[in-house]
């Protein structure tokens, strides 16, 4: 079992800077691939980036490549999405989550979601 927490969500205006937390629990950590979703009021949830178990490999949807930098922490079980130039577009609930198993970026890809931090992008 896994559970997933996220902060550091909040109302910042266009061009800021935001960074998310993902506190994970269980010892494994560090063996998993992770996560950062998103969806917006109306949408469906969407894939944002995701992170190997070492933090070498990284993948980005297009909408936040060079913007968003994702990063994890293994000593302290913790994911972090480092977010900058914010849009408004951005504006979403962000969900972390834990791979099923290889490097997806699809919903069903991951088993064990996070309850989600509002991000608001004013602009």
């Known amino acids: 079992q896994v559970q997933l927490r996220e902060s550091g969500g909040g109302l910042v205006q266009a061009g800021d800077s935001l960074r998310l937390s993902c506190a994970a629990s269980?010892?494994?950590?560090?063996?998993?691939?992770m996560g950062w979703f998103r969806q917006a009021p109306g949408k469906e949830r969407e894939f944002v980036a995701s992170i190997s178990w070492s933090g070498i490999g990284t993948t980005y949807a297009d909408s936040v490549k060079g913007r968003f930098i994702i990063s994890r922490d293994n000593a302290k079980n913790t994911m972090y999405l480092q977010m900058n130039s914010l849009k408004p577009s951005d504006t979403a609930v962000y969900y972390c989550?834990?791979?099923?198993?290889?490097?997806?970026?699809?919903?069903?890809?991951?088993?064990?979601w996070g309850q989600g931090t509002q991000v608001t992008v004013s602009s």
């Open positions: 269980g010892r494994t950590f560090s063996s998993y691939i």
């Open positions: 989550a834990k791979a099923r198993g290889g490097m997806g970026s699809t919903t069903t890809a991951f088993d064990y």
